[in-house]
């Protein structure tokens, strides 16, 4: 039965997405809209974080190689295009072309133009070719996902993409899209997630009373927002009604203007609930909304910015969303409470209770949030959560993280500066992000971070790069407020990043203070150069930088092959150096001796007179060797 109302857009904070997401940037990565300019290739910023991960992530899958070659070949052949005027550039990211040309060896770029054109079109034929029956199989699945009636849960796609595979002898494509999805799972923490959660809910209870179906795909589904993004990328998904929760208004400086835009496109912002700090100007923007019809219920929670609420009115917006719609009503249930505390929990530290750790662990560590929401959902009846996850085979990976990322996160060590600020109280570590080797686990951000709060609980702050291209800014210790992350990030950066207070990212290179020729992409040979520049911006913030200390620790197991490679080689010098002697004369300590005259006349050979008592080579005194 098709859905005769407008479907529910329920925001969750982040970057995120579904298997018939991932299925889509397959598709349009076949048509990567790249240009050529000032001597790079350059790519729409949000279409450049997939292409980074899928040139990046270890080529274990051949469908994942292929989408490689394509991509590689797309970008050679952009220079023969004509040349294009970036007139936003921080709207582009930046691809080097000596940097493919280095990381991809294997599919033979030449250096020169026109056979570099014709190697390039032989990588696009293969790639395609390759692709061409996967290509085949997603383009069923979403033809299927359009005429059925069934709910678009992960559960039911993936059922879906094993039935089209095996028919078509594609083998199994499930690692690629689960690959492609996990791509996009960065940001946003088990609050936003519980508010999605709550909402679906609420409106699962009203559809079941009213005798009508509450489907995902079809009535609702869950939409992503990172901070500093626009809202009005939704502007094609309506008619739509929009629910927002968990969204800091000062991360998002455009977003009365972005609620009137979407309701000119019938994308209509239904409630929008918060917890986070507001401005006064801010708040009373939002209630105009609210009098103009574009804007139906406003609920901030958290206290007017520069002032702190008591303990006991601390409220998660997830707690706000339960306490407006679900408290007291039909809808209210065992899981909605125990979903409720753990998210408060999590939230405020305080608390935490043994569901609210594991569905953080697993946010943290990558698992599909859309897939989560759908199980939270579904086990609200019979307050089945921990079952459902444990039956996923969610509830064993923390445990299996752990171990997968503890020599990962050595390495966290191994690039690592203290900041000491002028005021002689704040620090901030910052640190080169660890590269995971070729097939092991990477190490997600969020537990990057908890490392760097409980190794060094000295610092306020943390910096955590990945050399130029990005740097994640968090507060480590929640009671600082000496820096306002938000706002110190795109100085660091450019005027498009930024975040909130306590946690923000930026792009150092798209500083135009940033001297590239100095520092370039930045590794572990120029992190100290790097740590030097981000002190001067700092400085030029306003907040001086008084020591720099390099704090970096070589790994234990970095130390302990160093050290077999170092016995494997000196064992094999002594080796070789013995059979010299042994059997070449002119190896020998005597002919070696004799030989040396030639090239030191200053040194006397060994004479009687020079000889010890022992009978060995005695050295001339110091004035006769200079």
Same mark, same amino acid.
């Given at each position: 039965?098709?859905?005769?109302?407008?479907?529910?857009?329920?925001?969750?904070?982040?970057?995120?997405?579904?298997?018939?997401?991932?299925?889509?940037?397959?598709?349009?990565?076949?048509?990567?809209?790249?240009?050529?300019?000032?001597?790079?290739?350059?790519?729409?910023?949000?279409?450049?974080?997939?292409?980074?991960?899928?040139?990046?992530?270890?080529?274990?899958?051949?469908?994942?190689?292929?989408?490689?070659?394509?991509?590689?070949?797309?970008?050679?052949?952009?220079?023969?295009?004509?040349?294009?005027?970036?007139?936003?550039?921080?709207?582009?990211?930046?691809?080097?072309?000596?940097?493919?040309?280095?990381?991809?060896?294997?599919?033979?770029?030449?250096?020169?133009?026109?056979?570099?054109?014709?190697?390039?079109?032989?990588?696009?034929?293969?790639?395609?070719?390759?692709?061409?029956?996967?290509?085949?199989?997603?383009?069923?699945?979403?033809?299927?996902?359009?005429?059925?009636?069934?709910?678009?849960?992960?559960?039911?796609?993936?059922?879906?993409?094993?039935?089209?595979?095996?028919?078509?002898?594609?083998?199994?494509?499930?690692?690629?899209?689960?690959?492609?999805?996990?791509?996009?799972?960065?940001?946003?923490?088990?609050?936003?997630?519980?508010?999605?959660?709550?909402?679906?809910?609420?409106?699962?209870?009203?559809?079941?009373?009213?005798?009508?179906?509450?489907?995902?795909?079809?009535?609702?589904?869950?939409?992503?927002?990172?901070?500093?993004?626009?809202?009005?990328?939704?502007?094609?998904?309506?008619?739509?009604?929009?629910?927002?929760?968990?969204?800091?208004?000062?991360?998002?400086?455009?977003?009365?203007?972005?609620?009137?835009?979407?309701?000119?496109?019938?994308?209509?912002?239904?409630?929008?609930?918060?917890?986070?700090?507001?401005?006064?100007?801010?708040?009373?923007?939002?209630?105009?909304? #609210?009098?103009?019809?574009?804007?139906?219920?406003? $609920?901030? =929670?958290? +206290?007017?910015?520069? *002032?702190?609420? @008591?303990? !006991?009115?601390?409220?998660?917006?997830?707690?706000?969303?339960?306490?407006?719609?679900?408290?007291?009503?039909?809808?209210?249930?065992?899981?909605?409470?125990?979903?409720?505390?753990?998210?408060?929990?999590?939230?405020?530290?305080?608390?935490?209770?043994?569901?609210?750790?594991?569905?953080?662990?697993?946010?943290?560590?990558?698992?599909?949030?859309?897939?989560?929401?759908?199980?939270?959902?579904?086990?609200?009846?019979?307050?089945?959560?921990?079952?459902?996850?444990?039956?996923?085979?969610?509830?064993?990976?923390?445990?299996?993280?752990?171990?997968?990322?503890?020599?990962?996160?050595?390495?966290?060590?191994?690039?690592?500066?203290?900041?000491?600020?002028?005021?002689?109280?704040?620090? #901030?570590?910052?640190?080169?992000?660890?590269?995971? $080797?070729? =097939?092991? +686990?990477?190490?997600? *951000?969020?537990? @990057?971070? !908890?490392?760097?709060?409980?190794?060094?609980?000295?610092?306020?702050?943390?910096?955590?790069?990945?050399?130029?291209?990005?740097?994640?800014?968090?507060?480590?210790?929640?009671?600082?407020?000496?820096?306002?992350?938000?706002?110190?990030?795109?100085?660091?950066?450019?005027?498009?990043?930024?975040?909130?207070?306590?946690?923000?990212?930026?792009?150092?290179?798209?500083?135009?203070?940033?001297?590239?020729?100095?520092?370039?992409?930045?590794?572990?040979?120029?992190?100290?150069?790097?740590?030097?520049?981000?002190?001067?911006?700092?400085?030029?913030?306003?907040?001086?930088?008084?020591?720099?200390?390099?704090?970096?620790?070589?790994?234990?197991?970095?130390?302990?092959?160093?050290?077999?490679?170092?016995?494997?080689?000196?064992?094999?010098?002594?080796?070789? =150096?013995?059979?010299?002697?042994?059997?070449?004369?002119?190896?020998?300590?005597?002919?070696?001796?004799?030989?040396?005259?030639?090239?030191?006349?200053?040194?006397?050979?060994?004479?009687?007179?020079?000889?010890?008592?022992?009978?060995?080579?005695?050295?001339?005194?110091?004035?006769?060797?200079?």
């Amino acid at each position: 039965m098709a859905s005769t109302t407008r479907i529910k857009l329920l925001v969750i904070h982040g970057w995120g997405g579904s298997y018939l997401e991932a299925a889509g940037r397959v598709t349009d990565l076949l048509d990567v809209e790249s240009y050529w300019h000032d001597g790079a290739f350059w790519v729409p910023r949000r279409r450049a974080g997939l292409l980074r991960h899928v040139l990046n992530e270890p080529a274990d899958d051949r469908y994942i190689t292929a989408l490689r070659k394509l991509t590689v070949s797309r970008f050679m052949l952009s220079p023969h295009a004509p040349r294009a005027v970036i007139e936003a550039p921080d709207d582009y990211s930046r691809f080097s072309e000596d940097r493919l040309r280095r990381d991809f060896p294997g599919f033979g770029i030449p250096v020169g133009p026109e056979s570099r054109w014709l190697r390039s079109q032989q990588l696009k034929a293969d790639a395609e070719r390759e692709l061409a029956p996967v290509i085949a199989v997603l383009n069923r699945l979403q033809a299927h996902t359009k005429k059925t009636d069934e709910a678009l849960t992960e559960s039911y796609i993936r059922t879906c993409l094993e039935q089209f595979s095996e028919e078509a002898g594609v083998g199994n494509l499930q690692p690629l899209l689960e690959n492609l999805r996990e791509m996009h799972e960065t940001g946003g923490d088990l609050d936003t997630v519980a508010s999605a959660v709550m909402y679906a809910h609420h409106f699962s209870g009203e559809a079941r009373r009213a005798g009508q179906p509450f489907r995902y795909g079809h009535e609702y589904r869950f939409v992503f927002l990172n901070y500093h993004e626009s809202m009005r990328g939704m502007r094609d998904l309506g008619p739509a009604d929009l629910y927002v929760a968990d969204l800091p208004i000062g991360a998002f400086p455009e977003m009365e203007n972005d609620i009137e835009y979407l309701h000119e496109y019938d994308i209509h912002t239904i409630r929008f609930e918060d917890h986070h700090p507001w401005l006064p100007e801010r708040r009373d923007r939002m209630q105009q909304l #609210i009098e103009a019809g574009k804007l139906q219920f406003l $609920d901030l =929670g958290g +206290p007017e910015q520069g *002032t702190e609420q @008591a303990e !006991e009115e601390l409220r998660s917006a997830a707690e706000m969303i339960y306490e407006n719609l679900i408290e007291g009503t039909a809808d209210d249930c065992e899981a909605a409470r125990r979903l409720r505390v753990a998210t408060h929990g999590e939230d405020f530290v305080r608390n935490r209770t043994d569901l609210g750790i594991l569905l953080t662990d697993l946010i943290k560590g990558g698992i599909c949030k859309v897939e989560l929401g759908q199980i939270l959902l579904d086990a609200m009846d019979a307050d089945d959560a921990m079952e459902r996850l444990q039956a996923r085979g969610w509830a064993q990976l923390p445990d299996v993280w752990k171990e997968d990322i503890a020599a990962t996160a050595e390495t966290l060590r191994e690039n690592t500066y203290l900041l000491s600020l002028a005021d002689g109280k704040t620090q #901030i570590v910052s640190a080169l992000a660890a590269h995971a $080797d070729p =097939g092991k +686990p990477k190490l997600p *951000t969020g537990k @990057a971070i !908890e490392f760097f709060a409980e190794n060094f609980p000295e610092a306020q702050y943390v910096f955590y790069c990945w050399g130029s291209s990005l740097m994640v800014a968090r507060r480590l210790d929640h009671a600082d407020t000496t820096l306002n992350l938000g706002s110190l990030m795109p100085a660091i950066g450019g005027p498009s990043d930024g975040g909130h207070a306590g946690a923000a990212v930026c792009r150092p290179e798209s500083n135009p203070n940033y001297p590239k020729r100095l520092l370039g992409r930045v590794s572990s040979a120029g992190f100290g150069t790097f740590n030097r520049y981000l002190a001067s911006r700092l400085g030029a913030e306003g907040y001086p930088v008084t020591s720099i200390k390099n704090i970096s620790v070589a790994s234990p197991s970095m130390w302990n092959r160093g050290n077999k490679r170092l016995l494997i080689i000196l064992a094999a010098a002594l080796m070789l =150096g013995g059979a010299l002697v042994a059997l070449v004369p002119g190896y020998r300590p005597d002919a070696v001796t004799i030989s040396n005259a030639d090239f030191f006349p200053h040194m006397d050979t060994e004479t009687d007179a020079d000889a010890d008592e022992d009978g060995g080579l005695r050295v001339n005194d110091l004035e006769r060797m200079l």
